[in-house]
DNA sequence: GTACAACTTGAAGTTGACTTCAAGTCAAGA
DNA sequence: TCTTGACTTGAAGTCAACTTCAAGTTGTAC
């Protein structure tokens, strides 16, 4: 075990393809320096980096935003556990306002199937002014809401 | 108020931009009637079907599975209070489980913080092999899990 | 009857996050 | 040295769910 990996053995350890690790090279997300013929080659910490990005990627945040939050990272010193606890400590929130908008949307699905509202229309569950209201940026796959009128 | 609406009218009282109620008859999700010159008249009860579209993409599933469950509604009679609560059942299932890979990878968060595992390598937030296994198809916006290995 | 907003169509464009391709180059074991 | 799998590049393709566009038609208020 080297200290620099291939990108093959990069793409194993990390679970991300070859073809989005030179993605995410040329979008700026990781780093990678060159053999003499060209090939590129990845120190061991840029497997911490892919393992951010891919905690930051389920969380749902876009590849910019993920760039942005690496952005914030030290670039003269090793990362400190500071460091990165101040980047994940605003996803707490992310994940808590999903979490709540699920939950709303859940329990509006319980009510609508229980109360007998055929036409979903007073339903929080077709009409989430809640969740819009809740959730910040949109993470979750959600559209935005909807206000049905009656049937 | 008629009981047929012109594509703005039901623009307006559901919310979707009428590109898109082109695009979903298109694709079947809902019907229309034409007038004699071409336009596209829809009968009140789109709403419905619309209303549970949106509430459908709340929950997180594509279109495909959306006609799909429309599908099941009875063609021939108008869907009952059953009809649609059969439909709806099985997104309950679908929320808690993304209800709890959310939960899951929050507490991960929280445990990664404070162990003082910088590394992220061993936690649950970078490594969420438990998420992979308690969700189902993927609605929530989540990638393939990664296996990070030591930094 | 005339004006004009609202409507029609098919085709092409958009976005994010990659994947696939073609054609060639590199690295390492036998 | 030879072979062969791994690697390189830029460009183009993919997917879902729409949006935008251009050019023409319809509906209705006056």
């Not at 905690?55 to 993920?66: C, K, M, Q, S, Y």
Request: proline fraction near 4%; include cysteine.
């Amino acid at each position: 075990m080297e200290d620099v990996l291939t990108i093959s053995e990069v793409a194993t350890r990390s679970g991300f393809s070859a073809s989005a690790l030179r993605f995410y090279e040329k979008e700026g997300l990781i780093t990678a320096t060159r053999t003499s013929g060209g090939q590129r080659r990845f120190h061991r910490h840029e497997l911490r980096r892919l393992a951010f990005i891919a905690a930051a990627r389920h969380v749902g945040l876009t590849l910019d935003e993920i760039g942005e939050a690496l952005d914030l990272l030290p670039s003269g010193r090793t990362p400190t556990k500071a460091d990165w606890s101040k980047i994940t400590r605003s996803w707490r929130k992310r994940l808590d306002e999903e979490i709540a908008a699920l939950e709303s949307l859940r329990d509006g699905l319980d009510s609508c199937i229980g109360c007998g509202c055929l036409t979903l229309q007073r339903c929080r569950l077709s009409n989430p002014a809640d969740i819009a209201a809740t959730r910040g940026s949109g993470a979750v796959y959600l559209p935005k809401p909807l206000h049905p009128d009656a049937d």
